[in-house]
């Protein structure tokens, strides 16, 4: 059993939570994952370490409650226990030798970014940082995003913080600029890797991306993590999960992750109707008469 | 008088068409009369040629005797003199290529069934494995890498000689392929369970969710203190056809399929892991694997399960038994079809696969006939979960991971001729990692073997 440290909100659907993880915190290194399984009947999730302390013997995550596990973890508590956690898996990403990056987050992906930023800066690059929102109210972690950077762009899909767009725009604005970057490294949703990957072969910027896919053991053995990156079919586990973004096929990998989603949409409806029951006579989810 | 019957006394089971639709073991077990008709049958024999047929050299004349006299405690501690898993072996080890093989019996009918006798003795005698342990140890610590079928018997050996035992799992629970692997209707869990709990007495450790590999090194074990290693890590890199689409949605390896299942329990309510519940499954490969992951479609409720494989069933590598448990429970057969395309809608769900017919050509350099495609008899099979049986080789992560660990070309870990000394000093391998994939009472040998090579190194080492 692994015990959860610290645990709170950043937004109304994020979680930063950080949990006693000795062994794995030693090890983590930038780009790599855990597995965990909240308690008995969980599945087991993949997260990216947003933050690993050795000292302290913790490892943080950072996590958007959008499917039924997320949920259920996203109620536990600082002193909770977390049943199963292991890592740190997959490879740590290679950062090193690089004098100018462009690192790019995509909502949650800038958890993930983080720290990718910081090792850069902390070896001595030029790092400028673009990041999206789908709108103001889910912007996470600006001031440690603003702390390891040059510059920072926030774009809102909404345009609510005043700056509408999409990070590709801001990406083509910089290069515009006369901005030359070695690399541009980009962690969010496959349609915002996929995007920012077919910019950068335009301009032939070297562009790392660190998938996500779907995945049990976090070993290599399940498979489940295949994608195919030029050509050739590879597993995010042990051969990720950073990959060469211009090799990386989006389109399957965003049809493959697709395949429980209606299932999970399920889970997580019937998760929550169960709660709002489970909240009593005050609060009424549904008109008084109507019990679907 | 010895029982003269020449057939085997026939194992109760549940009936196929209520099997197919429920997670219960198929196999119920001898009654005490089923085992008194059976155990009478053995001849015990002089020579014991059972015994030589059994990899790790149980005393089947001898266990079946105490079974004979009515005491399947005395059995099953027989048996616990060279096997810790016996409940375990009794139910998936393939009795009919090893020590029932050679049972004389079985020149005139049916051998001995032994598989069936060992299963009475585990279920009905009290194990003695927990007092084995020996009064001292020893102090001296040994890592065993890998918690399956391998890994479980290195360790209880080496726990028996009075070494402090280790077993790393990678996942969250231990047994290797006995708990992601073989389906809950030919092996219970809490069998399983209940032998990883009697190691447990015997005094092993086990360290769960530890990734050799990751969460440690090889060199790191030897660091904080282990003096020697073995490695069990099995061969769980699961293999892929290479075919157009077979990275569609709905198209999983077995090993994906099964652990959803065994290990993480998706056909159960309580359970949050997804799956799918397929319509009409097609599962590629004609091993046991196979076999399992069709059986197990077919208890999820999908309306037509089938198998594919490219050679006819004669070749097919599963055991005669399962085969024809599958074929029972409604499974249909497409034998000399090879896939060639996976089909998927609009969104990228599978619908079909496309297969071309085969014919059996010259015997290839295995013995087997070789498949040879038919030109133009590509058609298409409709399923919405391809399940990929077409075998495993061993996890890259450790020979990547350890200097000085060699492998040959397809990962299986290179070894002395002894069959366990890796080139590593001081690492130690066996079962699947080594053999690539075999079975679990091969494995078990191997380990047994491990722990007796991995003493006599310590032992010289110390001096």
Redesign the interface.
């Known amino acids: 059993m692994f015990r959860i440290k610290e645990a709170y909100p950043l937004t109304d659907i994020t979680v930063y939570m950080k949990i006693e993880a000795p062994?794995?915190a030693k090890?983590a290194g930038p780009g790599q994952f855990i597995i965990l399984?909240a308690d008995e009947?969980?599945?087991?999730v993949p997260f990216t370490i947003s933050e690993a302390d050795p000292a302290e013997g913790t490892v943080s995550i950072i996590f958007q409650k959008v499917g039924?596990?997320t949920l259920?973890l996203g109620e536990k508590k600082p002193g909770d226990m977390i049943?199963?956690?292991?890592?740190?898996?997959g490879n740590v990403s290679h950062l090193d030798g690089y004098k100018s990056a462009c690192v790019i987050g995509g909502g949650l992906g800038c958890a993930i970014a983080l720290p990718q930023a910081k090792y850069l800066s902390d070896h001595g690059a030029n790092v400028d940082m673009i990041a999206g929102f789908r709108n103001k109210d889910i912007i996470i972690l600006e001031p440690q995003m603003k702390s390891v950077c040059d510059t920072l762009t926030i774009m809102t899909d909404d345009g609510s913080n005043g700056n509408k767009g999409l990070v590709t725009d801001a990406l083509k604005a910089k290069i515009a600029e006369g901005k030359k970057y070695d690399v541009v490294i980009a962690i969010g949703p496959p349609i915002m890797m996929k995007f920012v990957s077919l910019l950068t072969k335009e301009y032939g910027i070297k562009t790392i991306v660190s998938l996500n896919p779907i995945m049990?053991?976090?070993?290599?053995?399940?498979?489940?993590c295949?994608?195919?990156v030029g050509g050739e079919?590879k597993f995010a586990c042990?051969d990720g999960p950073d990959f060469d973004g211009h090799l990386v096929d989006f389109d399957?990998l965003m049809?493959?992750n697709?395949?429980?989603r209606d299932?999970?949409g399920e889970?997580c409806n019937l998760y929550k109707m169960g709660q709002q029951r489970q909240s009593g006579p005050s609060k009424p989810s549904q008109p008084e008469g109507k019990e679907s | 008088m010895p029982n003269m019957q020449k057939t085997k006394t026939p194992m109760p089971s549940q009936d196929a068409s209520v099997r197919a639709r429920n997670w219960y073991e198929v196999a119920l077990g001898y009654t005490a009369e089923d085992m008194a008709n059976e155990a009478a049958r053995c001849l015990n024999c002089k020579n014991h040629p059972c015994t030589a047929g059994c990899p790790v050299a149980v005393n089947i004349p001898g266990f079946i005797k105490k079974l004979a006299e009515g005491k399947p405690t005395e059995a099953l501690r027989v048996i616990e003199e060279t096997s810790s898993l016996a409940a375990i072996c009794g139910r998936v080890c393939p009795q009919e290529r090893q020590c029932e093989s050679l049972c004389v019996r079985g020149k005139n009918g049916d051998p001995v069934g032994i598989g069936r006798l060992e299963r009475y003795a585990a279920d009905h005698g009290v194990s003695g494995i927990s007092g084995a342990k020996k009064e001292k140890d020893s102090g001296v610590r040994v890592a065993v890498i890998g918690s399956g079928p391998a890994g479980l018997s290195c360790a209880s050996d080496l726990c028996r000689m009075g070494y402090e035992v280790t077993v790393f799992e990678?996942?969250?629970k231990a047994g290797g392929v006995l708990s992601?692997g073989i389906p809950e209707f030919r092996l219970p869990k809490s069998i399983v369970g209940k032998q990883i709990e009697s190691l447990k007495e015997l005094g092993v450790e086990f360290r769960?969710?530890?990734?050799v590999g990751?969460?440690?090194t090889v060199d790191e074990l030897f660091e904080s203190g282990y003096e020697a290693i073995f490695i069990g890590s099995g061969a769980?890199?699961?293999g892929?056809m290479?075919i157009p689409g077979?990275?569609?949605?709905?198209v999983?390896?077995a090993?994906?399929f099964l652990?959803?299942i065994n290990l993480?329990?998706a056909y159960r309510e309580?359970?949050?892991?997804?799956?799918?519940i397929p319509t009409r499954a097609a599962v590629v490969g004609g091993g046991n694997v196979a076999m399992d992951a069709a059986r197990c479609a077919m208890r999820l409720g999908a309306e037509e399960v089938s198998i594919i494989y490219r050679r006819s069933e004669e070749e097919m590598p599963a055991r005669a038994e399962e085969i024809e448990h599958a074929k029972e429970e409604g499974i249909v057969f497409r034998t000399l079809q090879n896939p060639v395309k996976v089909n998927?809608d609009e969104?990228?769900n599978t619908v079909s696969v496309t297969v071309v017919d085969m014919e059996l050509g010259e015997p290839g350099p295995d013995g087997r006939r070789r498949p040879v495609e038919k030109a133009g008899s590509e058609h298409d099979i409709p399923c919405d979960t391809l399940i990929v049986a077409v075998g495993t080789s061993p996890?890259?992560?450790l020979r990547m991971t350890t200097p000085g660990l060699e492998s040959d070309r397809k990962g299986c870990l290179t070894v002395l001729e002894d069959g366990v000394t890796t080139t590593r000093p001081g690492v130690f391998a066996g079962g699947d990692a080594v053999s690539g994939a075999a079975t679990v009472i091969l494995a078990m040998g191997a380990g047994k073997k491990a722990a007796k090579a991995i003493d006599e190194y310590l032992k010289s080492k110390a001096k």
């Open positions: 062994d794995v090890k399984r009947t969980g599945e087991r039924l596990s259920k049943a199963d956690f292991v890592g740190p898996l049990i053991d976090g070993t290599g053995m399940c498979g489940g295949r994608v195919t079919r042990v399957e049809k493959r697709a395949t429980y299932i999970e889970c | 990678a996942l969250h992601y769960l969710d530890y990734v990751r969460t440690f769980g890199l699961p892929f290479g077979e990275n569609a949605a709905g999983m390896s090993n994906e652990t959803r993480m329990k309580e359970y949050d892991t997804p799956i799918r998927t969104k990228g996890n890259p992560l």
